[in-house]
Every structure is written in structure tokens, then in C-alpha cells.
């Protein structure tokens, strides 16, 4: 799959969370992003002094990739008081364009993948991917009925990102996929649609000993937070996961 450089123009944008805005382009050259969930771009822009930089962002495309590629590219964007790449997301306009690059990674399914089960960790942004990957999962809960827990951290409930769209997969698929907010903050209200008996109260390495990782059917995934990457890695390992089951994307916040 080759690396492009392509503009993509806005077409619609829509707040996740308070700090998170999820935004919906096409690419200004007509043509398909081909990706693999999981995959990234980059997008470029320069300082207010004319020093070119570029952020990378998760696609959170959901498209069933088995129909060949699609229009739009969904990404999720974490606004950071004072950042530069905030200041250009925030003053996009519908129609106006970014230059972008990608798609990049390796952070995705593997068509040989034969695990009985899938353990997606991730937090704030980092559960992205996931998103993008829902299309994909479906395939293999229906063909080979593969477990797929989503292990989601947050700070409260407002920013479960995607989380209406993880639970109405997990009401779905009630047998195959687990979806468990853990929030390390402050817990749904009772008459909150997250009220339900699989949200935890603390932080995602908290709780992974409950869902008892097993080396001979588990393949995990980490994304988000460096520090929770490390810490779920450290305990993955523990639990005896050899490195090639334990794949991880860290998001670093810059400005």
C-alpha cells in the first residue's frame, strides 16, 4: 500500500468530548484513502514562524474494506491549550483543506491472526483505532467467533470516545465483545446509558488480572497514553504474552 501526499478538504466536524473534536474529511484529489484499520496519517502544517511540522492521527474511518476503499477519512482530534495543531483544526473551515500524508503503521489485525480472543486496551484518543477496526472484528466474531474485550480509560463519562457506538456493538454481539469503560474519575450516573455492570472505577492496568490474559489464546493491543502502554505491557509480559501477542501505538501530546 503506497504512502501518498494528498490534500484533504473538510467536510463536517462534531464535538466527542469537551477537549476532543471528531472531524470527517475527503480527499481534494477525488481519490479513496486504501488503509488498514489501525493505520495513520500525518498531517502537515508549519509554526507561526514557518517551521514545517506534522501530527499523526489514528483514522477512525469505520468502512468495510472488503467493498475496496472509501470516501471519507474520520480522524479524532485532542485539542491542547496553546497548541499549534489546534489552533489549525480549530480554525478549519468546511470546504477549506490540510495536506496530509499516510497511511502509515502496522498497528491492525493480522489476516493470519488465529487467537481465540482480542484484549483492546486503549485511553482518550487511543481507543480510535478500535473504532475503525469494528467492521473487521464483526467479520471474525461471525466466521471464527473470536472475544474481543475493549478495555476503554477515561477520566469520566463525557469522554468515552465512540463510547455509544462501542456499546451498541457490544449489545450486538453480546457473546463476542465486552466493552468496559474504566473511569478513573468520576462514574455515570444512574440514568446515564453508561450505567451498566461492566464500567470499572479506577484505570485500565487495574483490571486487566480480572479478564485473566492467557499467552496460549490472547493477542493484545495498547493504545493511547504512554504511561498505561508501558504499564499494561510490563503486566502482559508478566502474565506470560510473548512480545509479537502484545501490539501497542503510544500517543505522545505535543504542541
Known amino acids: 500500500m503506497a504512502i501518498q501526499h494528498f490534500?484533504?478538504?473538510?467536510?463536517?466536524?462534531?464535538?466527542?468530548?469537551?477537549?476532543?473534536?471528531?472531524?470527517?474529511?475527503?480527499?481534494?484529489?477525488?481519490?479513496?484513502?486504501?488503509?488498514?484499520?489501525?493505520?495513520?496519517?500525518?498531517?502537515?502544517?508549519?509554526?507561526?514562524?514557518?517551521?514545517?511540522?506534522?501530527?499523526?492521527?489514528?483514522?477512525?474511518?469505520?468502512?468495510?474494506?472488503?467493498?475496496?476503499?472509501?470516501e471519507g477519512v474520520e480522524i479524532a482530534v485532542s485539542y491542547v491549550t496553546g497548541g499549534a495543531a489546534t489552533a489549525l483544526f480549530?480554525?478549519?473551515?468546511?470546504?477549506?483543506?490540510?495536506?496530509?500524508?499516510?497511511?502509515?503503521?502496522?498497528?491492525?489485525?493480522m489476516p493470519a491472526d488465529s487467537n481465540r480472543r482480542y484484549l483492546l486496551i486503549g485511553t482518550g484518543t487511543g481507543v480510535t483505532p478500535y473504532r475503525a477496526m469494528l467492521p473487521q472484528l464483526e467479520t471474525q466474531i461471525r466466521q471464527r467467533g473470536v472475544q474481543v474485550v475493549l478495555l476503554f480509560g477515561a477520566r469520566n463519562p463525557g469522554e468515552l470516545l465512540y463510547g455509544d457506538e462501542f456499546r451498541a456493538f457490544a449489545d450486538k454481539h453480546p457473546d463476542n465483545f465486552r466493552f468496559v469503560p474504566c473511569l478513573s474519575?468520576?462514574?455515570?450516573?444512574?440514568?446515564?446509558?453508561?450505567?451498566?455492570?461492566?464500567?470499572?472505577?479506577?484505570?485500565?492496568q487495574q483490571f486487566l488480572a480480572e479478564f485473566a490474559p492467557d499467552a496460549a489464546h490472547d493477542i493484545a493491543y495498547l493504545c493511547g497514553n504512554p504511561n498505561m502502554v508501558d504499564a499494561c505491557f510490563e503486566s502482559l509480559k508478566g502474565y506470560g504474552l510473548p512480545i509479537p501477542q502484545i501490539r501497542r501505538e503510544k500517543y505522545v501530546s505535543s504542541k
Do not use: N, W
Request: proline fraction near 9%; charge should be negative.
Open 185 to 204: 474519575r468520576e462514574l455515570p450516573a444512574a440514568d446515564s446509558p453508561h450505567a451498566h455492570a461492566d464500567v470499572r472505577h479506577g484505570y485500565v
Open 90 to 109: 480549530e480554525g478549519l473551515q468546511e470546504g477549506e483543506s490540510v495536506d496530509a500524508s499516510g497511511p502509515f503503521g502496522r498497528f491492525c489485525l
Open 7 to 70: 490534500p484533504l478538504k473538510l467536510v463536517s466536524r462534531r464535538m466527542l468530548a469537551p477537549t476532543v473534536g471528531h472531524y470527517t474529511f475527503v480527499r481534494g484529489d477525488g481519490q479513496p484513502l486504501d488503509f488498514v484499520p489501525g493505520q495513520f496519517i500525518q498531517v502537515h502544517f508549519a509554526y507561526a514562524d514557518g517551521t514545517p511540522t506534522k501530527r499523526s492521527y489514528s483514522l477512525a474511518t469505520i468502512h468495510d474494506h472488503a467493498l475496496g476503499p472509501g
